[in-house]
């Protein structure tokens, strides 16, 4: 999920430069500062973001327009990006150029990425589209955070877009953006010689790599359900950035607890009956969270998703399950959109039925999408 830096930048004005372009160029205080513009093809250009190259096809996707590298779109990819794109939530600003389905990651970033922002695009790859069972929620989660990223980049200090387009400065630092900045007034990151450290903690390992990644995961955190799990510092940066309460922010989303862990399991281990009568032919994810062994008994347990899920806006309740195998709690729960999770809590320290278990309590949610 890095960020691009334009390294072209630089050559691109010096090219320009050499056209025979007489540049007087100002000294940066005595410029009136520019104000940057998205839809300004040649200013994007010159800000390391010029329109994707090797598009091969086009589509519109619940508003968003797709470019692909691929040969052809997949209509597996299609479905999940409408999921992910059509579920994205209301308060979230949305200055997104294009999503470009790219071929190769390599050739933008670093590792293995599951998608990427640059200036105003968004790039994902065939690893955005690889939860097996989870697929549009993690699209999702990676497209809010990449949506930040995009915000943070339409935000930038326009002194600082001005001394890019001068050239007075060649790389465009999405620290420089007014919103990371008003962030880190709430989160603790502060910067001395170009060196940014973290007084408190981040929100989560992610973040801690630096104050936009970490707005960027307390943003995707709270609407992902994970509030519980942020700093209170971040908790208001994201409030006062978007300019509502996180409670509002989280309606809908699935409740994590503080000491949740995500897990990927390899198979589903909810009950596969119910859902498929409840999900017809509706889309769903299973997203699930291994809690630590120490946490309460599965009873008090059930009482606090059902609360937790509550607090979301979410209504419905959790039952005791008869299964001699394990103990279990499962209910259904309606979100104000329409959409259904299913929710289950499986105590493997419970469960005469299972050998070789995790042997911690399992918390699983499967988004029925509406
Ligand atoms: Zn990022």
Redesign the pocket.
Known sequence: ???LKPLLLALLLVTAACGGLDLAVPEPGELSPTAINLQDTQQMELLGSPEPANIVWQRSVAGFTVLGQTAAPDPTELAIMETALSHLPDALPNRVRYIVRAVDATALVSGNPFAA?QGPDIYVFETSFSRKLSPAFSLRRALI??IV?VEQFAELDPYHVTNLLTGSESQVLLTKSLIVRDSTEETGWSEAGGVWTLRGSASNEYGATGP??DM?EAVAKVFGGEADQLPAGHLKAVESWLGTSVSRLARGAPWVPQDAEEVELQSDLHDQETVARLAGANQYDAISFSLSPTSPDIAVLADLVTSGLRRNGLTGSLNRADDPAIARYAGEFLGPDGTTIWTEIRDFRDAPGFTGGPDVPVLIYIIIWR
Do not use: I, N, Q, S
């Open positions: 999920m890095a960020v922002a955070h990449e990223h936009t990644e960027a």
